[in-house]
């Protein structure tokens, strides 16, 4: 926690030290490599580290690659999710995927008691919510979800050609749960269907300040705190984020869950995003991966800035979010 006078007026400039601390702490760490099974992703600059902070006021802290282009790949899943309930609604998502952790890696084949994917968050899950929201909306799905994804970023976001190329090139096993999946009878499309927008929506370009602001939109009850615009509906927000806190990290979750305490997800482009509740949204972008999938950097400053304000959703005095709060008008 920062050591100010509770009877001064914080200081603004409290988030860019942060920032600045957390990134100089960890920007030497060489743990972890590039993920290369999709081969256009393994052409990273394993060096880039971006650090970024979004306000409900509207507020931005960067630090570093912050202004990278990366593409979001797995991050997508807890937008993907939170459209599906808003399109189809809560029970007919929940025919088709849970929302218990799995405690398998990301992309393991395993279903629950009910033959369907454990949750969003992982690849079968994912897939399944695509081929619900291509049920709905058919060929008009992707142009949805890049509409609704730049409202949360604030931008016109765009798709990487060539890494949707290559991940439609190599993504043989994804194919293979999304068969298992239609065999189980929680794929809604034909197979096809839903995993071409599955590799299109992991191929959205995306930077670490994008992502920030994606969660701060997130953080805001679903409305971009900029432009105003609604890009989420509130109550599959809720859901989401309640999902995220015990899914997002792949088989990291509960350690992330006890380390650090906010809502996020990771994707194996190295992106990380994270949601403190009508607060915050924080983002890192670092490529190189631990077992888990997820960036060391990230993880490792997204626990400094979690320690710096007070963030963990179970802190004791709750200090540091009330400080947040303070700063973010």
Same mark, same amino acid.
């Given at each position: 926690?920062?050591?100010?006078?509770?009877?001064?007026?914080?200081?603004?400039?409290?988030?860019?030290?942060?920032?600045?601390?957390?990134?100089?702490?960890?920007?030497?760490?060489?743990?972890?490599?590039?993920?290369?099974?999709?081969?256009?992703?393994?052409?990273?600059?394993?060096?880039?580290?971006?650090?970024?902070?979004?306000?409900?006021?509207?507020?931005?802290?960067?630090?570093?690659?912050?202004?990278?282009?990366?593409?979001?790949?797995?991050?997508?899943?807890?937008?993907?999710?939170?459209?599906?309930?808003?399109?189809?609604?809560?029970?007919?998502?929940?025919?088709?995927?849970?929302?218990?952790?799995?405690?398998?890696?990301?992309?393991?084949?395993?279903?629950?008691?009910?033959?369907?994917?454990?949750?969003?968050?992982?690849?079968?899950?994912?897939?399944?919510?695509?081929?619900?929201?291509?049920?709905?909306?058919?060929?008009?799905?992707?142009?949805?979800?890049?509409?609704?994804?730049?409202?949360?970023?604030?931008?016109?976001?765009?798709?990487?050609?060539?890494?949707?190329?290559?991940?439609?090139?190599?993504?043989?096993?994804?194919?293979?749960?999304?068969?298992?999946?239609?065999?189980?009878?929680?794929?809604?499309?034909?197979?096809?269907?839903?995993?071409?927008?599955?590799?299109?929506?992991?191929?959205?370009?995306?930077?670490?300040?994008?992502?920030?602001?994606?969660?701060?939109?997130?953080?805001?009850?679903?409305?971009?705190?900029?432009?105003?615009?609604?890009?989420?509906?509130?109550?599959?927000?809720?859901?989401?984020?309640?999902?995220?806190?015990?899914?997002?990290?792949?088989?990291?979750?509960?350690?992330?869950?006890?380390?650090?305490?906010?809502?996020?997800?990771?994707?194996?482009?190295?992106?990380?995003?994270?949601?403190? =509740?009508?607060?915050? #949204? +924080? %983002?890192?972008?670092?490529?190189?991966? *631990?077992?888990? @999938? =997820?960036?060391?950097? #990230? +993880? %490792?400053?997204?626990?400094?800035?979690? *320690?710096?304000? @007070?963030?963990?959703?179970?802190?004791?005095?709750?200090?540091?979010?009330?400080?947040?709060?303070?700063?973010?008008?």
């Amino acid at each position: 926690m920062p050591k100010t006078d509770s009877n001064l007026a914080p200081d603004r400039d409290e988030f860019d030290r942060a920032l600045r601390r957390a990134y100089s702490l960890h920007r030497d760490n060489d743990g972890g490599k590039v993920a290369d099974y999709i081969p256009e992703l393994g052409k990273a600059a394993a060096d880039d580290f971006g650090l970024a902070l979004a306000t409900v006021g509207g507020k931005l802290y960067t630090i570093g690659e912050a202004e990278v282009e990366f593409t979001i790949q797995s991050i997508s899943k807890a937008f993907m999710f939170c459209l599906a309930i808003e399109i189809a609604g809560h029970d007919f998502v929940a025919k088709r995927v849970g929302i218990e952790p799995s405690g398998d890696p990301f992309n393991a084949i395993v279903f629950d008691d009910q033959n369907r994917p454990f949750n969003p968050m992982v690849n079968a899950g994912a897939i399944a919510i695509a081929g619900i929201i291509y049920k709905k909306l058919g060929s008009d799905s992707f142009d949805f979800i890049m509409e609704r994804f730049s409202w949360a970023a604030g931008r016109q976001l765009s798709l990487n050609e060539k890494v949707f190329k290559s991940e439609e090139q190599t993504g043989h096993r994804n194919r293979a749960i999304a068969h298992l999946l239609l065999a189980a009878g929680s794929m809604a499309v034909k197979p096809e269907r839903a995993l071409d927008l599955y590799f299109r929506q992991c191929s959205i370009s995306v930077t670490a300040a994008d992502l920030a602001r994606m969660g701060a939109t997130m953080a805001n009850m679903g409305k971009n705190p900029v432009t105003r615009k609604s890009a989420f509906d509130l109550s599959a927000v809720r859901s989401t984020l309640a999902v995220m806190f015990t899914c997002g990290m792949y088989d990291y979750a509960g350690a992330w869950a006890y380390d650090v305490g906010v809502p996020a997800k990771s994707g194996v482009g190295g992106g990380i995003f994270g949601v403190v =509740n009508r607060q915050l #949204g +924080v %983002a890192s972008y670092a490529p190189r991966l *631990d077992a888990h @999938g =997820n960036s060391v950097r #990230g +993880v %490792a400053a997204f626990e400094t800035l979690a *320690d710096e304000f @007070g963030l963990h959703a179970f802190d004791c005095t709750n200090i540091g979010s009330s400080y947040v709060s303070s700063l973010i008008r």
